[in-house]
Every structure is written in C-alpha cells, then in structure tokens.
C-alpha cells in the first residue's frame, strides 16, 4: 500500500494560473520535504517541515509557499506558474533520528507532474 | 550546491551482465541511500548506508559506504530488463542535517 500519496499525478496549468498539489502520508513521519525534479535531472530540495517548523531554501523562489495543516499532510503552492516551474514535484517523509542519528531514509510519493501552458 | 559526483551517467549494458556505478565527494557522508526512479514515478529506496565500511546486499544489488566516507558504490548482478531506469545516490553530510545531497543519476538501459 503507497505510504507517501500525492495528488494529483498530472496537473496542467495556464500560465500564472495558482496550482496546489498535495501530500498526504500514513507513516507518521516528523519530516516532511518537498522537491522539485525537472527531466534528466536530480531532485532538487525546495523547503521540508521539522514537526510544524518550516526550513526554506535559500534558492527556493517566493513563488513556491507550503502548508502543513498536520502530521500527515503538507502542501505546495505555485502561486503564479511560470513555464519553467513545468517539474515533477516529489513529496517524501523521513522519520528524525533513523539509525545514524541523522535524517533516516526518505520515502517518495510518485510525484506530481506539473505542465504549464 | 550538488557536492556528488556520480558516475557514470549512463550504461547501456546486455540482460544478465553485472552493472557497476559509484558516487565519490569532497565532504564526509554519514549516510548514503541508493534510490531507483523509473520513469514518471518517484524514486525508490534501494539499500540505506549508515557506517563506513558497511556492505550491504538486497537481492541482486550490493552497496558500500566507502572507508574514507566520501564514496559509495552500487553494484548489480545478473541485470534483467526490469533493472531499466535511472539511479540516484543520495548523501548526508555531517553539517547538513534533514538535507539530502543528490548525484545527477546513473541511467541504465539493458538490452535483452
């Protein structure tokens, strides 16, 4: 059964037109991320929540914004799309602690993909 | 920035023959994790690495956290069609906690 669930798998989008995707998770993980991955490239690291504490990246456009109403979901929102915000988004979840006392291993969603028009 | 080195970045190899692909950095890991991404589809964890040295197998795939903690290694043995798809080492380092580090992927295409 899909621990990390996202919705929806193919979203399309005019351009500037705000687009929400979602993530919803049934491992209780504390730690939520939020990635974006364009063609023939590595994820990229936007911004992940520790419990209800949000961690930007500094290169992540403002118009990237996230929500975590509880433990089990977390959003992103585009609030104005440009054509090259067109990416899988990925969600993943990663319990504190694992073995090493680091981030323990990560867990993807199938991923969002996002097409701008 | 992407500190990973991550090669090759592809291989076009035939059915049964071993896969080989490895993943060095100029800065200590204390974890690395092997994912699978097929296409249109998240990516997989393969093997989690947690201590230099360590050796770890999960079926026909073997991984190794490098002695100096700065490389790690995938291998795959008796490659069958389904092992098309893109892999990805993934790091942490010891100063960026909640903060994994992604090679560019090993695409691998096998040929029957």
């Known amino acids: 059964d899909a621990m990390v669930i996202q919705n929806p798998r193919y979203q399309v989008t005019q351009f500037g037109k705000p687009v929400t995707l979602s993530c919803s998770q049934t491992l209780n993980h504390n730690v939520m991320y939020w990635y974006q991955q364009k063609s023939s490239q590595a994820p990229k690291l936007l911004f992940h929540y520790y419990d209800k504490d949000f961690n930007n990246e500094a290169d992540t456009p403002d118009n990237f914004q996230s929500r975590r109403p509880n433990t089990s979901f977390c959003f992103l929102d585009i609030r104005s799309p440009g054509l090259g915000d067109a990416a899988m988004y990925l969600c993943a979840t990663s319990r504190e602690g694992g073995l090493a006392g680091g981030i323990g291993e990560l867990f993807f969603g199938e991923g969002s993909r996002l097409t701008v028009l | 920035g992407q500190q990973l080195n991550q090669s090759p970045q592809s291989m076009f190899i035939q059915e049964g023959e071993d896969v080989s692909m490895n993943c060095t950095s100029s800065?200590?890991?204390?974890?690395w994790l092997w994912y699978k991404q097929d296409p249109g589809e998240g990516p997989v964890l393969l093997i989690a690495l947690y201590k230099a040295g360590e050796l770890t197998s999960n079926g026909r795939l073997t991984a190794q956290f490098g002695i100096t903690r700065k490389d790690s290694f995938l291998n795959i043995s008796a490659s069958i069609p389904s092992d098309v798809g893109i892999y990805f080492c993934a790091g942490q380092t010891t100063d960026s906690w909640g903060k994994l580090q992604f090679g560019a992927g090993t695409q691998v295409v096998v040929t029957p």
């Open positions: 800065s200590i890991f204390n974890t």
